[in-house]
Nanobody, 121 residues
Framework: QVQLQESGGGSVQPGGSLRLACAASGYSLCMGWFRQGPGKEREGVAVIDSRDSVTDYGDSVKGRATISHDNAKNMWYLQVDSLKPGDTGTYYC?????????????????WGQGTQVTVSS
């Protein structure tokens, strides 16, 4: 059982940046970020494979987001730049021991409780 804890949410103005962190209680092969906006379904934001650092991003953040990880600390991070009101939502980190790592919620076994991000002027 891997426990996850997100940090770094808050209120940000449009055009600003956010950096979220996820701390895990153990090593994970596959690490990701998902989000759910008000009235929206959960969507994949970013994923990274801890073995080779291959990444993938959701279309809504592609070109604006960067996912990174620190295996020594069992942590991973999400930075999103040029924030828009549509980026508002609860952001969840997720982890998996599944060797098949891609941006799909069904891949992930472990989830954090979420951190709120609000993009508003």
């Amino acid at each position: 059982q891997v426990q996850l804890q997100e940090s770094g949410g808050g209120s940000v103005q449009p055009g600003g940046s956010l950096r979220l962190a996820c701390a895990a209680s153990g090593y994970s092969l596959c690490m990701g970020w998902f989000r759910q906006g008000p009235g929206k379904e959960r969507e994949g934001v970013a994923v990274i494979d801890s073995r080779d650092s291959v990444t993938d991003y959701g279309d809504s953040v592609k070109g604006r987001a960067t996912i990174s990880h620190d295996n020594a600390k069992n942590m991973w991070y999400l930075q999103v730049d040029s924030l828009k009101p549509g980026d508002t939502g609860t952001y969840y980190c997720a982890a998996s021991s599944n060797p098949v790592c891609y941006l799909y919620a069904g891949v992930f076994e472990y989830w954090g409780q979420g951190t709120q991000v609000t993009v508003s002027s």
